[in-house]
């Protein structure tokens, strides 16, 4: 019994470094090479963008690249299993994280650049076909 406690905190630990590489990763390529951000969502993938909705992989991706550069920076990230929902889903997780963004590019410093506030919560899980994590749906607010 203790080995199957064992490693169960053993796998809690795995997903957890896994979940918060996989954050990190992302707001990389978001703020640096923005036209990979589709390897980081299923092909049926949703976001909720400050209320407007946009479905699919692609949608989602052109949406992305087509805002200015950013620059993200995370105050807090918090995740939990969601093993209650979807018992015979051991690799599923919903992400929180809050934090702001600077848009306008980097290199420009004569630019009165905009800090925002926001709030991102995710799913993130294991795509059965290419074994690895991607974003299944997500909603991204603005603080206003």
């Known amino acids: ?8 905190q053993r796998k809690y630990r795995d997903d957890a470094n896994a979940v918060e590489n996989f954050s990190k990763k992302y707001y990389d390529i978001l703020d640096t090479r923005r036209h990979n951000v589709d390897k980081f969502y299923q092909t049926q993938a949703k976001l909720i963008w400050n ?8 949608a989602i991706a052109s949406h992305l690249i087509s805002l200015p550069p950013t620059k993200h920076h995370i105050y807090a990230l918090d995740y939990f299993p969601m093993k209650d929902l979807f018992p015979d889903e051991d690799t599923t997780y919903q992400v929180f994280v809050s934090g702001a963004v600077i848009y306008g590019p980097p290199e420009t410093t004569t630019i009165n650049k905009e800090k925002r506030l926001f709030s991102h919560i995710f799913v993130l899980t294991v795509d059965v076909i290419t074994s690895t994590w991607v974003i299944a749906n997500e909603c991204f607010r603005f603080h206003e």
């Open 51 to 58: 209320g407007n909705e946009i479905n699919g992989q692609n």
């Open 1 to 8: 019994m203790a080995t199957n406690t064992t490693d169960q």
